[in-house]
T-cell receptor
Framework: ETGVTQTPRHLVMGMTNKKSLKCEQHLGHNAMYWYKQSAKKPLELMFVYNFKEQTENNSVPSRFSPECPNSSHLFLHLHTLQPEDSALYLC??????????????FGSGTRLTVV | DAKTTQPNSMESNEEEPVHLPCNHSTISGTDYIHWYRQLPSQGPEYVIHGLTSNVNNRMASLAIAEDRKSSTLILHRATLRDAAVYYCILRGGSGGYGQNFVFGPGTRLSVLP
């Protein structure tokens, strides 16, 4: 248990399905992140939220839609995905204060397979 | 973002020390050096971080070169559970909220029994 909980752990979905990934943290952190990790590749930052506001979108296709209703919860809504979107999706959180390089706490990830 | 360079892979024998190097020749004066590791089928986990002085914690030690252009993560006695990908990451500590973590390929550590 890392303090960041992701559900589900595994997800298989068809290309026409709509599904959502959930991330939850009760560490008192004010920033949350979505990363994608494809096979044999480094982690890629997808979205950043600070105090519930999206501050970064790294050219992610619109079939991925994040939502951050409060500082403790982060969702990634998925629709009409492609097989190449199959990957491990990781959520992380951190305290984000000016001039303080706090580290991240990661969840265990959701292993997504698009068929 | 300042870049780091790590060997792709390393091997160690169980119960022996492991020294994982990281080069960061373009580091700025306010960049902190962070180390994370990722066990199979898990998200990355924090190992250690430092700015200028060497650091120790229950997991590892971090040795930082005097010019800060390189650092070494030291696992004092490798166990099979230490087999993972180790990431060395720089993160700014001044000027706004700092940079986001950018992960490179890391070093894949294999531990042999």
């Amino acid at each position: 248990e890392t303090g960041v909980t992701q559900t589900p752990r595994h997800l298989v979905m068809g290309m026409t399905n709509k599904k959502s990934l959930k991330c939850e943290q009760h560490l008192g952190h004010n920033a949350m992140y979505w990363y994608k990790q494809s096979a044999k590749k480094p982690l890629e930052l997808m979205f950043v939220y600070n105090f519930k506001e999206q501050t970064e979108n790294n050219s992610v296709p619109s079939r991925f839609s994040p939502e951050c209703p409060n500082s403790s919860h982060l969702f990634l809504h998925l629709h009409t995905l492609q097989p190449e979107d199959s990957a491990l999706y990781l959520c992380a959180s951190s305290s984000r204060r000016p001039n303080r390089p706090y580290g991240y706490t990661f969840g265990s990830g959701t292993r997504l397979t698009v068929v | 973002d300042a870049k780091t360079t790590q060997p792709n892979s390393m091997e160690s024998n169980e119960e022996e020390p492991v020294h994982l190097p990281c080069n960061h020749s373009t580091i700025s004066g306010t960049d902190y050096i962070h180390w994370y590791r990722q066990l199979p089928s898990q998200g990355p986990e924090y190992v250690i971080h430092g700015l200028t002085s060497n650091v120790n914690n229950r997991m590892a030690s971090l040795a930082i070169a005097e010019d800060r252009k390189s650092s070494t993560l030291i696992l004092h006695r490798a166990t099979l559970r230490d087999a993972a990908v180790y990431y060395c990451i720089l993160r700014g500590g001044s000027g706004g909220y700092g940079q986001n973590f950018v992960f490179g390929p890391g070093t894949r550590l294999s531990v042999l029994p």
